[in-house]
């Protein structure tokens, strides 16, 4: 129960962390957040171009299902990636203030999820594209 008492205590911290994090990632982009947008419609087109070169398959019977399994596929893999060097990425902020740990993986987390909100509106647009 404490891990969550702590995660209450500091969530102030870790809102203004997670914005911090946003914010650097896009910060000398000139696309910005349309990479994140770009990066699975890029991956589902190349995936689907080659199943569809490979099987001989229509292109929008298989795109819908590959593209939900992509979106949580890159979430995991993101939160699986960042999330084990987290703590030293922070060992500034661990070692300089008093601020609980239990906040830095669950900052990674948040980011992740929110490049997850931004996969699912993509997905949202290809399903209206190809009138699924």
């Not at 590959?66 to 596929?73: A, G, K, N, Y």
Request: glycine residues 4%; charged residues 15%; hydrophobic residues 55%.
């Amino acid at each position: 129960m404490s891990y969550i008492a702590n995660l209450y205590k500091e969530r102030f911290v870790l809102q203004s962390l997670v914005v911090r994090d946003f914010k650097a990632r896009y910060r000398r982009s000139i696309l910005g957040i349309a990479w994140t947008l770009l990066t699975p419609l890029g991956t589902v087109a190349v995936i689907g171009a080659v199943y569809a070169v490979v099987f001989n398959a229509k292109f929008e019977d298989f795109i819908p299902q590959i593209f939900t399994s992509l979106i949580p596929w890159y979430f995991f893999a993101a939160c699986a990636d960042t999330g084990t060097s987290a703590f030293i990425n922070a060992e500034g902020f661990i070692t300089q203030t008093k601020t609980s740990i239990e906040i830095f993986p669950v900052r990674v987390a948040f980011g992740a999820f929110f490049h997850y909100l931004i996969s699912m509106f993509a997905l949202v647009l290809v399903l209206i594209f190809i009138n699924y």
